[in-house]
């Protein structure tokens, strides 16, 4: 069964937009929830949310937990075409690390 | 953060044939990963790299068929053995986070792309 299931599974906007990605999980002793954005090859660390209802933001991008709804949101303000990239969402839990699929995001300019 | 590096950073490889694949990190680290992403597909952990013992490996992958060397606190490898096409994929290495945890996977390095014929 999918513990991390993440979407939409792909999406295009226009410049400037602003975008929702969306992550939902269902585990049993949950640590931690993590956001990565993959262009090319390798990923790179945006978030980790421990505690729901705090805002984590870091320019454009900003993201939330719910503990109790089970889900995370990954927001990008104003998109330009750098974001383009896939946005991959991992949990913790246990002793284990699972990733989501991903959200393809293409910007077009 | 980290800084990791990998070698080789792609290759093209026959059938039956073996690939291994290093890791460095440019600082001492306790926990170090590594990772598949086969086409299309969301990343999936090998085996956590154990300095000066056994790596774990995760369900389904098994010693004999991806051995795993850490000599050190800073290097890795990654062998690919006996390679069929089902292997082509990218494999990542990864460092933890500052918990310790082994799940706290923040640093991934800029993978190896795998092409098996």
């Known amino acids: 069964e999918d513990k991390v299931v993440q979407s939409p599974l792909s999406l295009v906007v226009h410049e400037g937009d602003t975008v929702t990605l969306n992550c939902s999980y269902e585990v049993t002793n949950f640590r931690s929830l993590l956001w990565y954005k993959q262009e090319k090859k390798a990923p790179t660390f945006l978030f980790m949310l421990?505690?729901?209802?705090i805002e984590k933001k870091s320019g454009r991008l900003s993201s939330i937990l719910d503990k109790k709804e089970l889900f995370s949101i990954l927001n990008i303000t104003a998109t330009q075409t750098g974001d383009s990239a896939v946005y991959l969402c991992a949990v913790e839990y246990g002793n284990k690390l699972v990733f989501g699929a991903g959200t393809i995001l293409r910007v077009k300019s | 953060s980290a800084v990791i590096s990998q070698k080789p950073s792609r290759d093209i490889c026959q059938r039956g044939t073996s690939l291994t694949i290093q890791c460095q990190v440019d600082?001492?680290?306790?926990?170090m990963f590594w990772y598949r992403q086969q086409p299309g597909q969301s990343l999936t952990l090998i085996a956590t790299a154990n300095q000066g013992s056994e790596a774990t490996y995760e369900s389904g992958f098994v010693i004999d068929k991806f051995p795993i060397s850490r000599p050190n606190l800073t290097f890795s490898t990654l062998t690919v053995s006996n390679m069929s096409p089902e292997d082509s994929s990218i494999y990542l290495c990864s460092v933890g986070g500052t918990s310790g945890r082994r799940t706290d996977t923040q640093y991934f390095g800029p993978g190896t792309r795998l092409t098996v014929l």
């Open positions: 421990t505690s729901s209802g």
């Open positions: 600082s001492q680290v306790t926990m």
